[in-house]
């Protein structure tokens, strides 16, 4: 397995460029979440989705759309990319069994010019 | 949601225990208490999470006192690889609506 991949590693973009972040998991979850975690910060959840076709607002939403239309794949969307949205961004996994076990995949590292 | 308070940093000898405080004052009954931690820049790793008994894994052992109202997780024989941030999150079992504090960095020094 996999796990949780995202691509891309890295990004550059101008302001007010749109751009999606990619996550996958091979997993079968039915959780799925993503983060943001800025400089010397903890992580704090953008957009969260407990199925396909499911999603809901975490603590920043401002600025991002998601959609779930499959179980394995959650992109992240950047509207209008804001240099406020330099950051980190961690996307995460967990089986309804467990749902607290969430699955990190290796980050997204996002700088907004 | 209940809140949390971790001290910002913590030293620990390597192969001594680190034993790292959680304060959560404001926990509610159903709530538990679960540790993650992150290392250097990679995705937060889950390593315990518990209700109102003591609890232990291959990783680390998590103590609650009586009153639920502080834990320490405890890591028996700490190494140079468990230098990480260490976040405590108090939650309802079944909502994976995680909200990380600033967590604790754990600075294991040979």
């Known amino acids: 397995n996999a796990g949780v991949t995202q691509t891309p590693k890295f990004q550059v973009l101008k302001t007010g460029q749109s751009m999606t972040l990619q996550c996958a998991q091979d997993?079968?979850?039915?959780?799925m979440s993503w983060y943001r975690q800025d400089p010397g910060m903890g992580l704090r959840l953008i957009h969260y989705?407990?199925?396909?076709?499911?999603?809901d607002q975490g603590e920043v939403p401002n600025g991002y759309n998601v959609s779930r239309s499959t179980t394995e794949d959650f992109p992240l969307r950047l509207l209008s990319a804001a240099p406020s949205q330099t950051s980190v961004y961690f996307c995460?996994?967990?089986?309804?069994?467990?749902?607290?076990?969430?699955?990190f995949g290796p980050g997204t590292r996002l700088t907004v010019t | 949601d209940a809140k949390t308070t971790q001290p910002p940093s913590m030293d620990c000898a390597e192969g001594r225990a680190a034993n790292l405080p959680c304060n959560h004052s404001?926990?509610?009954?159903?709530?538990?208490v679960y540790w993650y931690r992150q290392i250097h820049s990679q995705g937060p790793q889950y390593i315990i999470h518990?209700?109102?008994n003591n609890e232990t894994n291959e990783m680390a052992s998590l103590i609650i006192t009586e009153d639920r109202k502080s834990s320490t997780l405890i890591l028996p024989h700490a190494t140079l690889r468990d230098t990480a941030v260490y976040y405590c999150?108090?939650?309802?079992?079944?909502?994976?609506?995680?909200?990380f504090g600033s967590g604790t960095k754990l600075n294991v020094k040979p």
């Open positions: 404001t926990i509610s009954g159903n709530e538990y």
């Open positions: 989705s407990v199925g396909a076709g499911i999603t």
């Open positions: 995460a996994s967990s089986d309804s069994d467990r749902p607290y076990e969430q699955y």
């Open positions: 997993m079968n979850h039915e959780y």
């Open positions: 999150i108090v939650r309802e079992y079944n909502f994976n609506k995680f909200y």
């Open positions: 518990g209700l109102k």
